[in-house]
T-cell receptor, first 115, second 112 residues
Framework: QKEVEQDPGPLSVPEGAIVSLNCTYS??????FMWYRQYSRKGPELLMY????GNKEDGRFTAQVDKSSKYISLFIRDSQPSDSATYLC???????????????FGQGTILTVHP | DSGVTQTPKHLITATGQRVTLRCSPR?????VYWYQQSLDQGLQFLIQ???????AKGNILERFSAQQFPDLHSELNLSSLELGDSALYFC???????????FGPGTRLTVL
């Protein structure tokens, strides 16, 4: 079983829809949670960064972390065709472990927003 | 543009060969990370360097090695290449370990 599970989709929604992307994880040492967006043939670009449990909002994007359920989410409001990309969740453990600094990624969800 | 540069963009080579991928981190970043992205395995952490020293290691094959030089650029060496090594190789950098990682555009390696 992978440490981080993410539904690869693909996910296709109409413009203006609310998109929900999710990841589950098994390693309780994960403390830092990120969402990256990757356009085709490009490097991943950081969208959201959260520490421990809670919500964080940035424009049309909201990240939620529920450590008790080992579940994280990214919501995209008023989705646009330019949001079409692969969305990757990523996590890292707290300081002091051998995996310090290492990001563990989900498989990525391919999102298409059609006009 | 993240500020992380990687060369070359594309690399085509044959099985059994050796290649070197180069990464220049963002100005001021001391930490460099290497990742491999393939269709079946996704994005996998290979190795991390901080200010010239190896800091963390992932599932990096023995045929692969890396180093970070005094000017902080890093090189990933892949030897005895196999068809299965074909993938995108990304470099990322951060100010220090646990800071936000910024990814470069990647090097696409094709092994024929």
């Amino acid at each position: 079983q992978k440490e981080v599970e993410q539904d690869p989709g693909p996910l296709s929604v109409p413009e203006g829809a609310i998109v929900s992307l999710n990841c589950t994880y098994s390693n309780s040492a994960f403390q830092y949670f990120m969402w990256y967006r990757q356009y085709s043939r490009k490097g991943p670009e950081l969208l959201m960064y959260t520490y421990s449990s809670g919500n964080k909002e940035d424009g049309r994007f909201t990240a939620q972390v529920d450590k008790s359920s080992k579940y994280i989410s990214l919501f995209i409001r008023d989705s646009q065709p330019s949001d079409s990309a692969t969305y990757l969740c990523a996590m890292s453990a707290n300081a002091g472990g051998t995996s310090y600094g290492k990001l563990t990624f989900g498989q990525g969800t391919i999102l298409t927003v059609h006009p | 543009d993240s500020g992380v540069t990687q060369t070359p963009k594309h690399l085509i080579t044959a099985t059994g060969q050796r290649v070197t991928l180069r990464c220049s981190p963002r100005s001021g970043d001391l930490s460099v990370y290497w990742y491999q992205q393939s269709l079946d395995q996704g994005l996998q952490f290979l190795i991390q360097y901080y200010n010239g020293e190896e800091r963390a290691k992932g599932n990096i094959l023995e045929r692969f090695s890396a180093q970070q030089f005094p000017d902080l650029h890093s090189e990933l060496n892949l030897s005895s290449l196999e068809l299965g090594d074909s993938a995108l190789y990304f470099c990322a950098s951060s100010v220090a370990t646990m800071d936000t990682q910024y990814f470069g555009p990647g090097t696409r390696l094709t092994v024929l």
